[in-house]
């Protein structure tokens, strides 16, 4: 296991001492080859300052850079070691924090401060090039409704979203190899299962703006790979997948429900601990900030195998994410270039 994932309390303590232990690990992360200036080009170690651990001096054209510049913690208030702790909090909880608890475990003051934390660590939980999935294994593809259960408006679908998923389906013999979105080739610690003889792979999730075609078409496009065996119910938003260069295979439901859970039973596994995990964890979700939990949701389950590597990739991916604008982030649009 990497010496920079701490597995414990008083590991993390002593990984991370102080400030300037984080600013380190972040120099590493921002720089892995060295630092290059963006203003000349020079490339080499950087000077450090002993008060200021995050600004960096070029030693040709003595200007400086921010080292937080362009990752999710800049022109943040918060310490950086506050960062660590948050990160570390977030991803060695199995179900993750919401965001009060998060204000109290790490003595914030300001809720909203604690809210835009967790929500650019979310942003840090997509990774910007991540591959499309499938291949080899088949998948399972549908769309459900999640939230909408607001206290005192009555019930109905008017603050529903609908959210569409993909999951690949393994064969239970092979467990999960390496993770080949991590550098380290981690196996992983357990396997997970519910007694069938095919597991789940990994999972996408994202907001539809509705089921018809032109929007079910982007998706799948963007996240399974060409050729892949996909499963889906009856609708007609899927007619075109040969089409699109895909080996569909339509599993007919017709309304009986128990058939459903039969014929595409990850997926709705999948749907069903996503709505546990939003109404017991977060208490409900604004349809605004939906994609962000989405995202949490799925980098959880994409490392259910390799907890514990959850931080460092965490952190290494928060270093080179650009953070949504404060607009971005309270207006749902900011999204994953790519
Ligand atoms: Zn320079």
Known sequence: MKKNSPQSLPDFQ???????????????????????????????????????????RCRRCKRDTRMTAGTIMQKSKIPLLTWFWGAFLVTSLTPGMSALQFQKMLGINRYETAFNMLHKLRTAMVRPERDAIGGKWPVEVDETFVGGATQGEGHGRHHKSLVGGIVEIRPRIKAPGPDPNLPFGQRPQHRGGHGRDVIAGRLRLHILPNRKQEALKPFILKNVQPGTEVRTDGWAGYDNLEKLGFRHKVVLIQGDHTKMDQHLPMIHIVFGNLDVWLLGTHHGVSPKHLQGYLNEFVFRFNRRFWPLVAFDSVLKIAARVKPPTYEQLYNGTWDHPG
Request: proline share 9%; with cysteine.
């Open 14 to 56: 002593r990984v991370f001492p102080n400030e300037e232990a984080c600013y380190a690990y972040l120099y590493a992360a921002r720089f892995p080859n060295g630092f290059i200036c963006p203003y000349c080009n020079w490339f080499g170690d950087a000077y450090h300052f002993q008060t200021r651990p995050d600004m960096l």
